[in-house]
């Protein structure tokens, strides 16, 4: 497993409940070293091991803690750059969502080696689709659930009613289930096509 994906659980639970839990879910995992490194790989059991251990510490259900971390990417301030370059996807939310399938060839242009899992968007009806994403060589299972939390956190950002469902695995892909019923509900975060920050070196985006 890649290391930015191991690096990414890490940050999210440091940043969202701080040093002292992170230790102790570490711990509870069996990890032997308090870091992940971004640019190394790691066994996809020892990454397990410390989902597993944050079910435990934090007590809440694996799919939960996921679509956490898919919230934390593009809320967190840490994560400003990365929240930036997911606004490029589109002027709306719908466009937003066209834009999801060039995410894991975008992701290699940043790092060639690292392999996001393949993303087809099928339009059903107006306002309705459904997002398919397989495993990739990321090999964990559950990166539908980080999609619903990125999803629920750029429908905020654009300003967009939408309705989540996560509908389970089928035919060796996750299935996830949108429905947009206005793109310009509420006013969406402030965003200018000014300069873009870097991302935080060291970091989880």
């Known amino acids: 497993m890649h290391g930015l994906i191991a690096r990414t659980l890490q940050c999210f639970l440091q940043d969202t409940y701080g040093q002292i839990a992170w230790q102790e879910i570490a711990t509870k995992g069996g990890l032997d070293s308090q870091d992940f490194e971004a640019m190394l790989d790691y066994d996809t059991g020892s990454v397990q091991n410390v989902l597993s251990g944050a079910e435990r510490y934090l007590q809440k259900p694996r799919d939960v803690i996921l679509e956490d971390i898919g919230t934390y990417l593009i809320t967190h301030p840490n994560n400003e750059g990365l929240r930036r370059l997911m606004r490029y996807g589109g002027v709306d939310f719908i466009d937003f969502l066209h834009s ?3 995410l894991p060839g975008r992701a290699r242009l940043a790092v060639a080696d690292f392999d996001l899992p393949e993303i087809e968007l099928r339009d059903c009806n107006a306002g309705q689709f459904l ?11 559950g990166f539908g659930h980080v999609l619903v939390g990125v999803l629920r956190a750029m429908a905020d950002d654009y300003g967009a009613l939408v309705i989540l ?3 389970g695995r089928r035919d060796g ?5 949108i ?14 096509l000014g300069a873009l920050p870097p991302l935080r070196g060291g970091q989880a985006t």
Not at 131 to 140: D, P, T, V, Y
Not at 182 to 189: H, I, K, N, P, S
């Open 179 to 192: 429905t947009v019923i206005e793109t310009d509900f509420a006013q969406g975060r402030e965003f200018d």
């Open 165 to 167: 469902d996560h509908q």
């Open 131 to 141: 997002l398919h994403s397989g495993c990739g060589q990321s090999g964990m299972p």
């Open 100 to 102: 999801l399938e060039d």
């Open 173 to 177: 892909s996750e299935i996830v289930d």
